[in-house]
């Protein structure tokens, strides 16, 4: 039984590469804009958000490679209420940053786990991030050193990069932060044999 990551994010890859986890990429097509679209209009809760599109992408490839494990991923940022996407253009960027200055968001952090076509674990973790209040002229120069990296995650940042001096205080854990439960699955990976005790 092989362990399928279902998703693209070369983040979440190098997480398991480096937690030695053998693993396989098989990312998952589906319309998760749609799918968290819905889920606000209907008032679903954050972490209920980040759970059903992790459960919705492990899934949709647990649907065509029944015989393997498969984990789907996802992360919600949410400021004040509001769930933010990850930004399209540098403009959304920048106002993305705008919102997050000065103040303290939350990233949730959702794991899912298909096995035989039927979902046999789940973890959601949350941390709290405090940004510190940022200029006009540091935004712009930001987003004008990372390029396209700002589109790459919903708070327009890498904290394990340049992104680190958005921030004056994170509480939570680290890799909840980089969009994965990880402890607590390499805890499940352990119960089922696939790590060593």
């Not at 983040?11 to 589906?30: K, Q, S």
């Not at 949709?60 to 393997?68: I, K, L, T, W």
């Not at 340049?162 to 939570?172: C, M, N």
């Amino acid at each position: 039984m092989a362990f399928i990551l279902a998703s693209g994010s070369q983040t979440r890859a190098d997480m398991l590469t480096n937690a030695g986890i053998a693993f396989e990429v098989d990312p998952a097509r589906v319309d998760e804009d749609a799918v968290k679209t819905a889920l606000v209009a209907d008032g679903a809760p954050p972490r209920d958000i980040a759970d059903a599109l992790a459960d919705l992408k492990a899934r949709a490839v647990a649907m065509r490679r029944p015989e393997d494990m498969v984990m789907g991923a996802d992360q919600i940022l949410v400021c004040d209420g509001k769930i933010f996407s990850k930004a399209d253009t540098r403009e959304e960027a920048a106002e993305t940053l705008k919102a997050l200055s000065g103040k303290s968001h939350q990233l949730l952090s959702a794991a899912v786990i298909y096995e035989g076509g039927q979902p046999t674990w789940r973890a959601v973790d949350t941390v709290k991030l405090s940004v510190r209040p940022l200029s006009d002229a540091f935004i712009e120069g930001y987003l004008d050193a990372i390029g396209d990296a700002a589109f790459w995650s919903v708070g327009a940042y890498q904290i394990e990069g340049r992104g680190a001096q958005l921030f004056t205080k994170v509480e939570g854990d680290h890799f909840t932060v980089l969009g994965l439960p990880l402890f607590a699955l390499l805890d499940f990976l352990r119960r089922r044999g696939m790590m060593p005790l």
